[in-house]
């Protein structure tokens, strides 16, 4: 069918009535952009679209429409190639967990699916509320309808999620973390990985905590990781409002997984400071201190290093260096390494591969330079 005769289709009676679903034309599924966040779903999965009176829940796929277009936006998409957004383009992105909990508490936004907006390139969709307000130039995106399965099952990010598997000795864990209220990569992640490889050892990584509001970040690859992982891997798509349990269990699967890939190492990189609730919450957990060995924290200034640090230490974590912007000021990095005892080291110094070795070696792995000079 024509993509426009399916457009007609959409917007005919039958798609007005609640919990109606139609066939999801080939000719859409062609032409939609299928969001980053989708790309563990297969495509041919997806035969029917449900319309009206849907209530989604987190992790839904949706079919949408693109309006207004915020100036340069882009869509990271399944490939891992990124596409300038158009007003009028069909896109197939992710539920986070704002836009259904908005749905949840507005039975006319459940009903009509109500607007929304691309919060994250990367592929997910909120609502806006009195909490979180949408900016002005935010792309806005019109639900056409949930994408579901032949069967009418809604396709969710957890139909197609990573399961824990752990055999054998895992390799050394570590946790790049920042000391404030950063959101975003924290910023010793790729340096180093970059260091890490540099060093002739091969790492793994993975996003813990995705934003909502952040672009999916790709300088982990970039830097020599693989494999690279976040949690919509673990079929979440955020970790906000969600059960600290079910964090946990999309990080013990997101570590078997790379455990299984057989890396040296494995640097995860938590994508919010541990001023946020989730992310404290999530450090403390005894999952995490299971399996993470040691931590690289990242901080703006002395004060919130040595808070960081003082807080990770009384938590039972080793701290193998601080970096940031603290470690740019020499005032501030004598001052953190006389008062904490911690090693303060440049982003540029993490990527050293001596330094990387020296950081492995602590951590229980072979300190030789594997292949480097």
Known sequence: ????????????????????????????????????????????????????????????????????????????????????????????????????????????????????????????????????????????????????????????????????????????????????????????????????????????AARLVVPEQSPRDVSLREAGAYPVLDLTDAGICSAHRQDPARVERALNALVGHLHHAAVDLVVLDVGLGLAHAEAATLVRSSCFKALVDAVVLSAPDAASALVGVDWLQRHGFAVSAVTGAVAESPGDALEVGDESGARVLRTGQLGDPRVAAGIHAALGGAGGLRGAG
């Open 1 to 204: 069918m024509p993509i426009a005769a399916a457009l007609r289709l959409l917007a005919g009676p039958r798609a007005s009535q609640a919990g109606a679903g139609i066939p999801l034309e080939h000719s859409l599924r062609l032409a939609s952009k299928w969001a980053y966040t989708t790309r563990r779903i297969s495509r041919e999965r997806a035969q029917i679209l449900i319309t009206g009176g849907s209530r989604p829940q987190a992790g839904d796929l949706m079919l949408a429409r693109v309006g207004h277009v915020e100036p340069g936006a882009a869509l990271l998409l399944a490939s891992g190639d990124s596409s300038t957004l158009f007003e009028g383009d069909l896109v197939v992105v992710v539920y986070g967990d704002r836009g259904a909990a908005r749905c949840a508490d507005d039975p006319e936004a459940a009903a009509a699916l109500a607007p929304c907006h691309l919060v994250a390139t990367g592929g997910i969709a909120a609502c806006p509320s009195e909490q979180h307000p949408a900016p002005r130039t935010s792309t806005r995106l019109e639900p056409l309808g949930l994408v579901a399965d032949h069967e009418g099952e809604r396709l969710n990010l957890r139909v197609a999620a990573l399961t824990a598997r752990h055999s054998g000795q895992r390799p050394p864990v570590i946790a790049a973390l920042d000391g404030s209220l950063h959101v975003g990569p924290a910023a010793g992640a790729a340096p180093l990985v970059s260091g890490f490889c540099a060093a002739g050892l091969s790492a793994g």
